[in-house]
C-alpha cells in the first residue's frame, strides 16, 4: 500500500492510501514519466455503466455493471456479451460504480477473474464468465 495527497483544482486536498499492484510511489512515477499511465495495471476490457438500485427498478435489469462495450480482445472472446450486467466478480458483489476498479488494483494483466452476469435480453440470470484481464494502455 501506498500513500498519496491528490491535490483537486479547487486547492483542496485529500489523502490516503492506495494500492497499486505493490507499485511504490516511485515506481508509479517513472511510469508515468516513461510511459505516460501506470505500466503493468490490470483492465477487465470493457465499458460499462454502474447500474444503481434505483436505477435497476426502473430499468427493470440487475444492480451491477452494465456492459455497452468491449475495449480489449480478451474480453470481447471470453463469452461476456454486450448489454449483459456483471453482478460480481471473483464472488464480490457489485455494490458501486468503483467495485470492479478498486478490486483489479490487486491483479496484474494476465490474471483471470470469474464473473457473474444476468443476460436480461435473454432473462437468464447468474451465467458464469471466465476473463483474462488486459493490461490499461493510453
Partial sequence: KMKYIVILGDGMADYG??????????????????????????ILGIQGQFIDSVSSRFYGLSVGTYV??????????????KYDVITSIDGIKITSSNTITNYLTQKKPGDTVTLTV???LENKKDITVTVVLSEYEQ
Fill in 118 to 120: 444476468d443476460r436480461a
Fill in 17 to 42: 492510501v492506495d494500492e497499486f499492484g505493490g507499485k511504490t510511489v516511485l515506481d508509479v512515477a517513472s511510469d508515468l514519466i516513461n510511459h505516460g499511465y501506470v505500466k503493468d495495471r490490470a
Fill in 68 to 81: 455497452y462495450d468491449f475495449i480489449s480482445d480478451e474480453a470481447a472472446n471470453s463469452g461476456l456479451e
